[in-house]
């Protein structure tokens, strides 16, 4: 299995709800990360897990609350987003040695009314 | 700051010409690798090509090819023989150590590559 999945592929949500992003590889690999991407922008890093542990926090605003429980399994939760949170959120990982590079799912594109 | 950079905005070329992207990058480390990825309308970024700061061997694998000069910290990208399929956002990524053995990826702003038939 080489790839990364994400669910759902499709969100929208209103300013009140709370909702979760899902990500899975099973590739064994050790690092995986949170991008969110706007609509004709680069993928720009929210969050980085290594070993399961947060390692990077790119000053992402509380609402945006990530979990790493166990090294398949990556959650990005939402709660009380804006509007302009509208993006595709991007889930990654990669070996530790960096050997293979980055295996990118295919996002979930969210859009908060 | 920007540590990738590419110049180029969009790129309209007709099929079957070849088409270049620059990519500049910056960065303090010794080790680090290079990245190119494709991303269609569809929205997935496919990975294409990776290079590593030890290894300045240029290749060409199938219609891709690349340029990677430490000198001038490039690494450019050529697609030759474009075809409509090609059509999209190319990005240039950087990835450095931010901990030992710990990485992250950043990329360029994207060049929009339309193939017209």
């Known amino acids: 299995d080489t790839e990364v999945t994400q669910t759902p592929k499709h969100l929208v949500m209103g300013m009140t709800n709370k909702k979760s992003l899902k990500c899975e590889q099973h590739?064994?690999?050790?690092?995986m990360y949170w991008y969110k991407q706007k609509a004709k922008k680069p993928p720009e890093l929210m969050f980085v897990?290594?070993?399961?542990?947060?390692?990077i926090n790119e000053s992402v605003p509380s609402r945006f609350s990530p979990e790493c429980p166990n090294s398949s399994l990556l959650n990005l939760h939402l709660h009380a987003l804006q509007p302009e949170d509208s993006a595709l959120y991007l889930c990654?990982?990669?070996?530790?040695?960096?050997?293979?590079?980055?295996?990118f799912g295919s996002g979930t594109r969210l859009t908060v009314v | 700051a920007q540590k990738v950079t590419q110049a180029q905005t969009e790129i309209s070329v007709v099929e079957k010409e070849d088409v270049t992207l620059d990519c500049v990058y910056e960065?303090?480390?010794?080790?680090?690798?290079l990245f190119w990825y494709k991303q269609p309308p569809s929205g997935e970024l496919v990975f294409l090509i990776r290079?590593?700061?030890?290894?300045?061997q240029n290749e060409i694998s199938g219609r891709y090819s690349w340029n990677f000069q430490k000198s001038t910290s490039s690494f450019n990208f050529t697609i030759t023989a474009s075809q409509v399929v090609d059509s999209a956002v190319y990005f240039c990524?950087?990835?450095?150590?931010?901990?030992?053995?710990?990485?992250?990826?950043?990329f360029g702003a994207g060049t929009t590559v339309t193939v017209r038939a």
């Open positions: 897990y290594s070993y399961e542990k947060l390692s």
């Open positions: 990524a950087l990835s450095e150590a931010y901990l030992l053995n710990d990485y992250k990826l950043s």
């Open positions: 990654a990982s990669s070996p530790r040695d960096q050997s293979y590079g980055y295996t």
């Open positions: 590739m064994g690999h050790r690092a």
């Open positions: 290079r590593n700061s030890f290894d300045e």
């Open positions: 960065t303090r480390d010794t080790t680090y690798y």
